[in-house]
């Protein structure tokens, strides 16, 4: 048996870790079939590629499709074909779907939050329309437990994104399968992968306090290593 390579080593990391979270809140099931919102960023390129690689495994039988939301007011300049060749490489169908929102419609809600709203809305639609019965999202760990302190601190809400979250009334499951895995080991992979960043340049983008729970969460890992895992098993 020939000697594992750093990226062996990172990838065996990264699907343990991952496939641990797909078992434990059991997450896919046999006749699933999963579209994946494919932002273009590292991590739904990461989640394409960990979803198609396990769908070779024998059990369960499932199937996946990856979906591009363009929001044509928001300048995201994505490369279309670098996506849609990435997806087919991992046999994968690709769809592209364009949709866009207006922020004065509703200025009590931020224009992130409809952004990410109508993203959302899209994706619903286009799982209808390609006959699937769960949406895999590409949040991590980090993006958790970054949730998790935000709601708290501005909410006073003990609440964050679940790994698994059922919609009866749009007959829609939502799945989260990295919700195990560490941002930074998904940072390594998009290295090793060599992974295409997209371009985006976001009007709204400093209005979020996300970078601002990200440097709470490592002063938090500063003061206790294992801060991420005590969070984790309270809330995940």
């Known amino acids: 048996m020939g000697k594992l390579t750093e990226e062996d080593k990172l990838m065996r990391r990264i699907e ?31 989640l394409l590629e960990l979803l198609a690689r396990r769908s070779r495994i024998y059990k369960p039988r499932f199937s996946v499709v990856a979906a591009h939301v363009v929001m044509t007011n928001i300048a995201y300049e994505s490369d279309m074909d670098y996506l849609r060749s990435f997806a087919e490489n991992l046999g994968v169908p690709f769809v592209r779907y364009e949709t866009s929102f207006d922020p004065s419609t509703d ?46 601190a501005f909410q006073g809400a003990f609440s964050t994104m679940p790994p698994r979250l059922v919609m009866r009334k749009f007959d829609m499951t939502i799945i989260r399968p990295m919700c195990l895995v560490h941002e930074a080991d998904l ?40 801060a991420r895992y005590s969070l984790g098993s309270v809330e995940i």
């Open 16 to 46: 343990k870790r991952f496939n641990k979270g797909v078992v434990q809140y059991g997450l896919i099931e046999d006749g699933d079939k999963i579209l994946v919102g494919l932002s273009g960023g590292k991590d739904s390129l990461a």
């Open 187 to 226: 940072i390594e992979m998009a290295q090793a992968k060599g992974y295409r960043k997209q371009i985006k340049n976001c009007p709204y983008e400093k209005d979020s306090h996300r970078s601002d729970m990200k440097e709470v969460l490592r002063t938090l890992e500063r003061m206790n290593p294992e």
């Open 107 to 152: 200025t009590r809600k931020s224009p992130c939050f409809l952004c990410s709203w109508n993203r959302r809305k899209a994706l619903f639609t286009v799982a209808k329309e390609q006959g699937c019965n769960k949406i895999a999202l590409g949040h991590h760990m980090d993006d958790i437990l970054e949730t998790l302190l935000m709601n708290m």
